[in-house]
C-alpha cells in the first residue's frame, strides 16, 4: 500500500509525519531550529539548517516505520512563509535567510509603497517588514554585492524542495506571502518584483499547491531507502497547509492556528482584498480558493518565554497550576508583542508589556494574563476581519497551542464564538501537506482528500465569561496606543 510524506519547514522545528492512503498517522518525528538574532530586529536562518533537519526527521521516520516508509508514493511540503533565500547561479546560498518576524525592513516597506501605488490591491496587503519583497529592497541597499549576484529567489520549503528535486518551484499559498504574487490573476506581478529591481527570470515556476511540482531525485530515494518514483506536491505556506489538515477549503470554513506564530483565517472562494484593516487577503493552496487572514507574531511562543521568565521548564505543570488558582486579577493585562506585531497594528518595534503588577501577583497570574493577552490580540483580528465582512462564528483550532484545554477555553469566551479541537490538529500544516501530497499522486479531489477529522472537543463560549472579559480587552486595547510612540524610541 503507498504511504505520503508530510514535511513542515517551521521556524522552531522541522516537523515530518508518514500516512497511509486512509490518511492515518504511522509515524511522526520533529527535529528543533535556531534562530539567530545577531542584531536588533533581525531574525535569519541558515537555510542549510533546514535541510539537514529534515534528513534527521526521515531517518527517525523510516526507522519507526520499516517497510511503510519504503513505499512513499509522495511528498507534500509546507513552511514558514515571508523567508527570503537568496541563491546565485551555481545555487549557492548567498546570505543567512531572512524570517518572517525579521523587522529590519520597515522603511523599504514605505519605500516600495511609493514605487507601487495600489499594492495592497495587487498583493493583497500593504508592505510590511515580515513580507519577502521589502526585504530585497533592504538587501539592495544595504547589501548590493549580493543583491547583485542573485539569480534564484526561494521561500523557506521550496528550498526544501530544491534539495529534494532540484527544481525551483514554488506554489500559490506561499507566493502569496512574498507580495511579489498578483493575487487575483495567481501569477507573479511584473510591476512589483520590478520595483524591488528584479527580473521575472529570478523567480520560481508557480503551479497549484495539489499539483505535482517534479519528483524525488534518485539519488535522495535511493540514500532514504523509498523505491519511487516519488511525486512532490505544490505544497503549501503553513497557514494554508493548516487549512488543508483541519479541512478548511470551502466559503468561511475558519480556523485560529496558534503556533509560533498565530492566525486567523477564514476560506473565500473569490478575491476580496481589504488591505486598509491589514487584512490578508491569499491565495489558498487550492485552486479557486484564496483566504482573508489576520497575522499575528506572537502565537504559543509568548507562553514558552513567560515559562522561561517564571523558571518552569514544563508548560504542561504550569497551565495546571494557572487552572488551579483563583481567577486572574482584572487589573491585570500582558502585551503579547514580544517580536512586533501585524495585525492591526503593523508595528515591528511593539514589544511585550505586563500592565498592572502589584506585590500580591503571582506566578499563575502573571501566565494567565499571557494567555489572555495572546487571545485579546485575537480578539483584535477578529475585529479587523469584521471591518472586512467576514464574521464567523464556529472556528477550528490548530497548532501546539490547542493542546491547552485552559487556553482554548479562554479564547471561546474572549472571542464569543465556538472553537472547535480536531484529532490531530496539532499536527495541521505536515498533515495538510501529506494530503496534498495525496491529491498530486492520485489525482483525487480536495473534497476527497481534506475531510474536517473527527472532534475532539468543543469549547462553547460563555455569556458571563465573555462578559467579564470586555473592560479587560478594552484596556488591552488602550494600552497600545498610548505606550507606540515609546516603542519607536527602542
Request: with cysteine; glycine share 10%; hydrophobic share 45%.
Amino acid at each position: 500500500m503507498a504511504t505520503y510524506l508530510g514535511i513542515d519547514v517551521g521556524t522552531s522545528a522541522v516537523k515530518a509525519l508518514l500516512v497511509d492512503s486512509a490518511q492515518t498517522i504511522l509515524a511522526e518525528a520533529e527535529e528543533p531550529l535556531a534562530i539567530a538574532r545577531p542584531h536588533p530586529l533581525w531574525s535569519e536562518q541558515d537555510p542549510e539548517d533546514w535541510w539537514r533537519a529534515t534528513e534527521r526527521a526521515v531517518r527517525r521516520l523510516r526507522d519507526a516505520s520499516g517497510a511503510a516508509f519504503a513505499a512513499v508514493a509522495g511528498i507534500g511540503l509546507s513552511g514558514q512563509m515571508h523567508g527570503a533565500v537568496l541563491m546565485d547561479e551555481a545555487d549557492r546560498v548567498l546570505r543567512p535567510a531572512i524570517l518572517w518576524n525579521d523587522g529590519r525592513s520597515h522603511a523599504e516597506c514605505a519605500e516600495l509603497e511609493r514605487r507601487v501605488p495600489g499594492l495592497g490591491r495587487i498583493a493583497g496587503v500593504p508592505a510590511m517588514p515580515g513580507f519577502t519583497a521589502p526585504k530585497l529592497v533592504w538587501v539592495a541597499k544595504h547589501e548590493p554585492e549580493i543583491f547583485a549576484r542573485i539569480a534564484h529567489i526561494l521561500l523557506p520549503k521550496d528550498y526544501v524542495r530544491f534539495r529534494l528535486t532540484g527544481d525551483h518551484i514554488s506554489e500559490m499559498s506561499d507566493a502569496a506571502g512574498s507580495l511579489w504574487l498578483d493575487e487575483s490573476a495567481r501569477r507573479w506581478s511584473e510591476a512589483v518584483v520590478g520595483a524591488c529591481g528584479l527580473p521575472l527570470s529570478v523567480m520560481p515556476r508557480l503551479v497549484e499547491g495539489s499539483d505535482a511540482a517534479g519528483t524525488l531525485s534518485p539519488a535522495i530515494a535511493q540514500a532514504w531507502g523509498i523505491a519511487g518514483p516519488v511525486v512532490v506536491a505544490g505544497g503549501a505556506g503553513d497557514a494554508a497547509g493548516g487549512g488543508i489538515g483541519i479541512g478548511a477549503i470551502d466559503e468561511n470554513d475558519a480556523f485560529i492556528s496558534l503556533g509560533t506564530s498565530g492566525q486567523y483565517f477564514v476560506v473565500n472562494e473569490s478575491y476580496r482584498p481589504y488591505p486598509d484593516a491589514y487584512v490578508h487577503t491569499f491565495a489558498h493552496a487550492l485552486p479557486g480558493r484564496w483566504f482573508q487572514m489576520a497575522a499575528m507574531l506572537n502565537g504559543a511562543s509568548a507562553l514558552a518565554w513567560a515559562a522561561l521568565a517564571v523558571g518552569e521548564s514544563d508548560i504542561g505543570k504550569l497551565l495546571a497550576e494557572v487552572e488551579a488558582a483563583p481567577r486572574g486579577r482584572d487589573g491585570l493585562v500582558f502585551l503579547p508583542y514580544l517580536a512586533g506585531e501585524r495585525t492591526p497594528h503593523n508595528d515591528p518595534y511593539a514589544r511585550g508589556v505586563f500592565f498592572g503588577l502589584d506585590p500580591t501577583t503571582s506566578r499563575a497570574d502573571l501566565i494567565r494574563a499571557v494567555l489572555e493577552g495572546v487571545a485579546f490580540s485575537f480578539a483584535d483580528a477578529q475585529a479587523a476581519l469584521a471591518t472586512a465582512g467576514t464574521r464567523p462564528t464556529r472556528m477550528g483550532a490548530i497548532g501546539g497551542g490547542a493542546r491547552s484545554p485552559l487556553w482554548m477555553q479562554i479564547f471561546a469566551d474572549v472571542l464569543g464564538i465556538e472553537i472547535v479541537v480536531h484529532q490531530g490538529g496539532e499536527k495541521g500544516p505536515a498533515f495538510g501537506a501529506a494530503r496534498l501530497a495525496i491529491m498530486a499522486t492520485t489525482g483525487i479531489s480536495a473534497r476527497e482528500a481534506s475531510p474536517p477529522p473527527p472532534v475532539r472537543r468543543l469549547f462553547t463560549p460563555d455569556s458571563a465569561a465573555h462578559a467579564a472579559y470586555q473592560p479587560k480587552l478594552e484596556r488591552f486595547r488602550r494600552l497600545y496606543p498610548l505606550l507606540r510612540e515609546e516603542f519607536a524610541r527602542g
